[in-house]
């Protein structure tokens, strides 16, 4: 790259910023508007809906390109990146993909001689979530990412030991995402679900088996509480039998609000919470527990290695639904306990997780994808 030109990046992946999804979308906004301070010319990729021709605008400083697709659900997410890359081997920025989902098609990429760095997200086929065509598709486009991914990204170490069963750990970076710190919150933000100050737990997760939510559930209305649970997300009992399992379950202290997006919201209820409850049991870095660590949330977390490095010593884990029910008996009993994890979470969040730290890490990294040294 000659001295006097922008380094640039196209972002692909992702259904597009401003961020209004989930934990890619997030990050890639940070990123991109970091990037752009630091003098980046930095292109993301963003997915509509309907049949018009694909435009391009400014948003902050980040050119958007605009893909319209007439399918929905993982079709037209399939159609799209597609589109995305066609168009983005037109252009000689480095690339930045999230996710291995349609890696084939980062052959394309890889033949057009430009630099693709892969976020890899996590092991997909092992989630049982999945039919056995998908879990296919996905075991198939994580070997394909690796092999035709310039390098790779890893958000959690053990993600990272994964990786180097298919590829040189050279070719391999770690870098978890990241959160905004969440040092005060409006308490009056609780009042619409009837909400004291510390007096609930709460759960934010996908209704899924693999996310320990009908456990925990369980574990809650095991014993009477002083307290409620709040279970956030969407919930369809009509439609899905696990989720009608779990409300089943529920006794009247247990809250469903349904799914909250609105980051205010979000912020208070991670403040003020008693315990934050995680139960995923697979994955990588969950940005969602990240984001309770930020917010200084204590932290009950199902107990593995995922979880282990991302919530750290000073959180408490569960392995089964009685274990579950017992930490909740005794962090609901002892303030003094609660306290001490509340600032463990905070540490835990300054130590790996800061915006700072972590899109420091990125341009280091795609910089060397720039420059020809990945």
């Not at 991914?149 to 959690?156: E, F, P, R």
């Not at 408490?316 to 009685?322: G, I, L, P, V, W």
């Not at 274990?323 to 009993?333: H, P």
Request: net charge negative; charged share 20%; glycine share 8%.
């Amino acid at each position: 790259m000659p001295d006097n030109e922008s380094p640039s990046l196209d972002i692909l992946g992702l259904r597009g910023i401003p961020a209004k999804h989930g934990g890619f979308e997030t990050f890639a906004e940070h990123l991109a508007l970091y990037l752009v301070g630091k003098g980046w010319k930095v292109r993301v990729y963003c997915q509509e809906q309907g049949e018009e021709k694909s435009y391009e605008d400014t948003w902050n400083g980040v050119q958007l390109v605009h893909i319209p697709v007439r399918q929905g659900g993982s079709i037209g997410t399939i159609i799209f990146d597609w589109l995305s890359i066609c168009h983005s081997i037109r252009n000689p920025a480095t690339k930045l993909t999230l996710g291995y989902n349609t890696a084939v098609f980062n052959i394309v990429t890889r033949l057009a001689g430009k630099t693709n760095l892969i976020n890899m997200d996590g092991i997909e086929w092992r989630r049982g979530k999945w039919s056995r065509p998908v879990q296919a598709w996905f075991y198939v486009n994580e070997r394909i990412g690796c092999l035709v991914g310039n390098h790779l990204v890893a958000d959690h170490p053990e993600i990272e030991n994964h990786l180097a069963t298919r590829v040189d750990r050279t070719k391999i970076t770690m870098i978890p995402y990241g959160a905004d710190p969440v040092e005060s919150a409006r308490v009056e933000v609780l009042q619409q679900f009837g909400l004291p100050a510390d007096g609930y737990a709460i759960i934010i997760a996908r209704p899924e088996p693999e996310n320990s939510i009908l456990e925990i559930v369980q574990a809650f209305c095991r014993s009477p509480r002083q307290h409620k649970l709040v279970v956030l997300g969407t919930y369809r009992p009509e439609e899905n039998s696990y989720h009608k399992k779990i409300q089943d379950t529920a006794n009247p202290d247990v809250i469903f609000p349904g799914a909250i997006y609105e980051k205010e919201t979000l912020n208070a209820l991670r403040y003020f919470a008693r315990v934050y409850i995680h139960g995923h049991q697979v994955g990588g870095t969950n940005p969602s527990l990240v984001e309770a660590l930020a917010a200084g949330s204590p932290v009950l977390a199902h107990d593995n290695k995922y979880n282990r490095w991302v919530a750290g010593d000073g959180a408490e884990f569960f392995s089964s639904m009685e274990d579950c029910a017992e930490k909740l008996t005794a962090l609901f009993g002892d303030d003094a306990k609660t306290t001490q994890m509340k600032q463990a979470s905070r540490d835990q969040y300054q130590l790996r997780f800061t915006w700072e730290t972590v899109l420091s890490r990125y341009e280091e990294l795609l910089l060397k994808g720039v420059n020809g040294r990945l």
